[in-house]
């Protein structure tokens, strides 16, 4: 699940405020434009993983022209992947009942295979992770 969505930058004193005019209360700040543009790709994430995580309906990005920026402000793109954000950010392991033949149970068990490993291995390949 990849996106781009126009940020508006405004030079402060010190570093940037950033915020994404096409969501309420999604903004950040950085002490230099490197630093903003990554918390801006985090906030990013962040807001879009809980649109999606809700069923939120996602906006669609406004066309940066249209958009009305101030002396020491400017617009720039931020890109940024929810699926990497959920693999970084959302480890927390969630227990599944399942159910496999005896046989197959006690021949993984002899060769030592860890069952919880094999199963996230194989859902990562069939979705394509």
Known sequence: MKYVYPAIFTKEEKGYSILFPDFEGCFTCGDTLEDGIMMAEDVLAFTLYAYERDN???????????????ANEFVNYIACDTI???RKYNT????????????LNEAATRAGINCSAVLQEALKEKLGY
Do not use: G, M
Not at 58 to 63: A, Q, T, V
Not at 92 to 103: D, N, Y
């Open 56 to 70: 939120k309906e996602i906006p669609l990005p406004s066309n940066h022209t249209q958009l009305t920026v101030a």
């Open 84 to 86: 990497e954000y959920r």
């Open 92 to 103: 927390k392991a969630v227990k599944k009942t399942l159910s496999i033949p005896e046989w």
